[in-house]
Every structure is written in structure tokens, then in C-alpha cells.
């Protein structure tokens, strides 16, 4: 009867220690994915310092459910983050649109740090448009003998915008783009490739527009343009460490010094994938279940001595 107290004691026992071990050892939660609002935050992005890609750190923030986006050249509200496209749609407040035209220097434009160029910028069919620039702005310089940057980007561009509604409020003067007269014009269109940076401060404008096209359709002129600004994202040659990280389990990360990759495997991290980490565990997990039942069977062997 002691004995066989003893044994169902000893197996309960061997069971609450060595289950939470192998089920630890093989079950791993992505704790780095998030939401804010109703925007999902997952590779290459996080909340989380430590997690994501170190290129897209220190960028997301999430506000009272409103997931803000931030660079060098200000904060911007994030209406859309498209995994499958691997793009972002950012809304600046001080942007113009066709019903409002901001002036006064106050938009943000869009600028990043030279060290995450590699990985963002806007699209290729995303269109800014430059108003009230100065004559001495640095898009005019040489003018008028030498050519503008000014030009239409996917269909979009200043000629149509002077339609919108937003001109007539604002009584500037709709000086096309065939006819400057004395000076330069009150838009610019352009492409961010064409000057790399929009700082309304150093290209001396009063305001911007920016606009992007999702679709090769013409839009029903600039009243069904989709204004904000279309941010296309790549984490270039290092996305092969993440694919590898999630096949074995893992989550993607960066270490403490911000720039290095880490694969995240529940408590451990490793700096290729979870592979090894799952092999320390099983060696740990075998031996402490190797450990267990000796001491069973050595107790056993005790308890059934003494009963003799």
C-alpha cells in the first residue's frame, strides 16, 4: 500500500515538472506583434523597442489608438499599413487637399534620416506638389533659361489641380505651367525622386499637396485624386534572416545596440534562428527527464527494500 502511495505521488510529481519544460521548449508566441486601433503592427515594424527590423525603429507610436509614424521631417498619422505591397499611407494635417489649401510653411513635407533611406520612400506614382515656392527657391534656380524640375507624375499634376475648388479661396493667381511670365509658377509638381527631400524651409514654400495613384485608371480629375502621402518599404538583403527566424519559430528582433538582428525564441535569443536554441532545449529537457527517472527508480527500488 506504501509503495504504491509512494509511486502515484512520484509520477504526479515527475509529471508538473517535466510537462511546463517540454511544453516551453516547444511552444513560442509572438509577443511582438501589436495593434493599435485597427491597424495590425508586425514585421518589419514594432512598438516594442527590440522588436521588428533596427531599420524601422523608433518610428511607430501609438496614441490613444492612433498609430502616429515619425522622421526627421515630423509626425504623420498612419491611415494604412499594405503588408502585401509593402507600402504605408501617411496624412499630414497641414497637408493641401482640393478643398484646402494651407499655407504658411506648415506642413511637414517628407524627409528621413540618411540612415533609413535605404528602407523607405515615397513611391514611385506619388506626386508632390510645391506651392507658393519663392524665386529664389533652389527648384528655380537658373530660371528661366534653364528647365524646370515641374512635371506630371502618373496623370497628376499642377495643371489640373488649379481646378480644385481650394484655389478660389485662397485668391492666388492660377499661373499655368506654359506660362510663367515674370516668375515661377504658384505649383510645382514633382516626383520625390527628382530632389530626393521635401523641406518646405530649405525649398522656401508656403505649402504642399501630395497625392498618389493605386491603380493605372485615370481619376475623374483632381476631386478623386487620394491625397496623403504613399511610402514604399524594403528591409533590402536582410529579410532573409527574418524568413529563416520564422521557420524555425522564432519572432524578429534587433539587440540592445539597435542594430544588430536577433531571432527571438521564446527565453532565448539567437543570432541566426531557433534551431540551436531548440537543441539546447531538448538536450536540457532529455536530461532533466533522465535525471527524474533515476531518482524514481532508485527510491523504488529503496521503498521496496525496506518493505521486505
Known amino acids: 500500500m506504501t509503495i504504491h502511495i509512494f509511486t502515484t505521488t512520484l509520477y504526479l510529481l515527475t509529471q508538473a515538472l517535466i510537462v511546463p519544460i517540454v511544453i516551453s521548449s516547444t511552444i513560442h508566441v509572438n509577443t511582438c506583434r501589436s495593434y493599435c486601433g485597427n491597424i495590425t503592427i508586425d514585421y518589419p515594424f514594432a512598438l516594442q523597442y527590440g522588436c521588428g527590423h533596427p531599420g524601422f525603429r523608433d518610428l511607430l507610436f501609438c496614441m490613444n489608438d492612433v498609430l502616429m509614424f515619425h522622421i526627421s521631417s515630423g509626425s504623420y498619422r498612419v491611415l494604412e499599413i499594405d503588408y502585401a505591397y509593402q507600402a504605408l499611407t501617411l496624412h499630414d494635417p497641414h497637408l ?13 513635407g517628407f524627409a528621413v534620416e540618411p540612415w533609413r533611406e535605404p528602407y523607405m520612400n515615397p513611391t514611385a506614382d506619388n506626386v508632390f506638389m510645391l506651392i507658393g515656392c519663392s524665386a529664389r527657391s533652389p527648384l528655380f ?3 528661366p533659361g534653364k528647365h524646370l524640375p515641374c512635371r506630371n507624375v502618373s496623370g497628376m499634376g499642377c495643371e489640373e489641380y488649379y481646378d480644385c475648388p481650394a484655389w478660389d479661396l485662397v485668391g492666388h493667381r492660377k499661373v499655368g ?10 505649383c510645382c509638381a514633382l516626383a520625390f525622386e527628382a530632389i530626393k527631400s ?20 485615370k481619376m475623374d480629375g483632381p476631386n478623386g485624386w487620394s491625397y496623403g502621402i504613399r511610402v514604399k518599404y524594403s528591409v533590402q538583403e536582410n529579410d532573409d534572416f527574418c524568413h529563416a527566424c ?4 522564432g519572432t524578429c528582433g534587433y539587440g540592445s545596440d ?3 538582428q536577433m531571432c527571438m525564441c521564446g527565453s532565448f535569443n539567437s543570432t541566426s534562428n531557433c534551431d ?5 532545449s531538448s538536450g536540457r529537457t532529455s536530461s532533466m527527464v533522465d535525471a527524474l527517472t533515476g531518482f524514481s527508480m532508485g527510491m523504488l527500488v529503496w521503498m521496496t527494500g525496506n518493505q521486505i
Open 246 to 249: 520564422e521557420a524555425t519559430g
Open 96 to 108: 493641401s487637399t482640393c478643398d484646402t489649401i494651407v499655407l504658411g510653411g506648415k506642413g511637414n
Open 276 to 280: 540551436s536554441v531548440k537543441s539546447s
Open 177 to 186: 505651367s506654359g506660362s510663367y511670365g515674370s516668375g515661377p509658377p504658384e
Open 198 to 217: 521635401i523641406n518646405l524651409t530649405k525649398l522656401e514654400c508656403e505649402g504642399y499637396s501630395s497625392a498618389y495613384s493605386l491603380a493605372p485608371l
Open 258 to 260: 539597435g542594430i544588430r
Open 141 to 143: 534656380q537658373g530660371f
